[in-house]
Every structure is written in structure tokens, then in C-alpha cells.
């Protein structure tokens, strides 16, 4: 299998026009960022408004288990026969799996938010609004982009099956291999997503450092310190 893979990495035929690897690596990474737009649109306003009322938390967990379980390719098949495009299909099936870890991600950071603090706040005159977006969100923000992370790591690993209806991507190279029993192919087009997802969690963290209050980062990094027992103080 090396020798196979090493063959198809050196021939310049795979790293050039609309089927070489800078456009399926574009392909891919369009799908997970138009997918992780769309599901975090959904997920991060439900999340706050889930964890700032603290209404309808059976109800997300729930859903959010229930989503989880949902088989995506299957999904991606059952909307492609239901409206016959591609596109379609694979968006809102990426999309439905996007959703889960942003809502969690998101509801779990706002309630983690020491009620001490929105207390405090709400004794200086904020209103809900205001204790929502000056005091938790900014407090709830390392939850929320960890998970936009995890979204972000389970869509480019699922992107793969926009190829099964049709579309591009490095799922290609992995359905076309099997088809064609080119193992080095299905290597590479694993490899390529593995270093694709690497690359966007080290850009989301970068971006994770640079928005998150210094202040924030060190209680953060404080409370992992003090182990699960302080985690749990300040979720109760």
C-alpha cells in the first residue's frame, strides 16, 4: 500500500485541473464551511436562548442525542431521493450533523457561567440582554467555539460522503479508489482529510485564543488545574 501511495502522491496528474488535489481540497473545505455557517446560525442563537431562559433543556438534549444517532450517509441518500439534488442532499446533511456539538457547545457554556456573576449583574441594573451578551457570552465563549471545534472535525471527516451523491471533494478519492481497487488513492484521500481537519482545528484555535478575554483564558485554564471537582462547582 506505501508503494502505491507514494506513486500516486509523485504523479503530477493527481495535483493538477478541476480533479488534482488543491481543487478537491477546496471543494471539501467549501462544503464544511458553508455547512458549519448554516448550522451555527441554527445552533448558537437556540444554545443561548436555551441556556440564558434555562427552558426547554430536556427537550435539546433530546434532540441533540437523537440527531447524533441519525446515520449520515443514509440521511444524505434519503434527501437525495427526496429532492434530487446533489448539492441539497449533502448540505443539509452536513448541516443536521453540524448541529449538535455547536447547540451543546454553546447551551453548556452559558449555563457554566457562575451565578455569582449574573447575579452581580443583575444587581447593577443590567437587563437580560444586556447580562446575555456583556456578561455570558464573553464567560461562555471557550465552550462555545470548543464547539464549533468538534462541528468543525466531524463535518471534515463527513464531508466524504458528498461524493456518494455526486459532488466533489476528497471523498472522491476514496469512493473512486474503491471503485477502481487504487488503494494508494483511498490512502491518499484519507491522509489529505486527516491534514485537512488538522490544518482548520489549529486555525479555530488560533482564532479561539485571539477572541476569548485573556481574563477568561486563565480562569478557564484555572478551573481544568483544580480538576473536576472546581468544573463542577461552577456548572452546579
Known amino acids: ?20 488535489v488543491p481543487a478537491r481540497v477546496l471543494q471539501h473545505a467549501g462544503y464544511v464551511a458553508l455547512a458549519l455557517l448554516i448550522a451555527a446560525a441554527i445552533a448558537v442563537p437556540l444554545g443561548l436562548f436555551v441556556g440564558h431562559t434555562r427552558r426547554g433543556a430536556v427537550v435539546l438534549v433530546g434532540s441533540g442525542n437523537a440527531i447524533r444517532a441519525l446515520p449520515t450517509l443514509g440521511l444524505v441518500t ?23 456539538p455547536i447547540l451543546a457547545g454553546t447551551y453548556a457554556g452559558i449555563q457554566a457561567v457562575d451565578h455569582d456573576v449574573v447575579d452581580a449583574a443583575e444587581g447593577m441594573g443590567m437587563r437580560g440582554g444586556q447580562r446575555l451578551w456583556r456578561i455570558e457570552v464573553p464567560i461562555a465563549l471557550p465552550l462555545i467555539l470548543g464547539g464549533v471545534r468538534n462541528a468543525v472535525l466531524q463535518l471534515v471527516a463527513t464531508a466524504a460522503v458528498a461524493a456518494y451523491v455526486g459532488l466533489g471533494g476528497l471523498g472522491r478519492y ?3 479508489g474503491l471503485a477502481n481497487f487504487d488503494y494508494g488513492e483511498v490512502t491518499a484521500g484519507a491522509i489529505l482529510t486527516a491534514l485537512l481537519a488538522v490544518i482548520l482545528d489549529l486555525v479555530i484555535a488560533a482564532v479561539q485564543r485571539a477572541l476569548v478575554p485573556k481574563g477568561v483564558r486563565i480562569a478557564t485554564a484555572g478551573r ?13
Open 78 to 100: 434519503f434527501l437525495f431521493l427526496l429532492f434530487t439534488d446533489s448539492f441539497v442532499a449533502a448540505l443539509i446533511g452536513l448541516v443536521v450533523l453540524g448541529v449538535p
Open 224 to 236: 481544568r488545574a483544580a480538576g473536576p471537582a472546581a468544573t463542577e462547582e461552577v456548572v452546579a
Open 174 to 176: 476514496l469512493f473512486d
Open 1 to 20: 500500500m506505501i508503494p502505491e501511495l507514494v506513486d500516486w502522491v509523485s504523479d503530477p496528474a493527481n495535483w493538477q485541473g478541476t480533479d488534482g
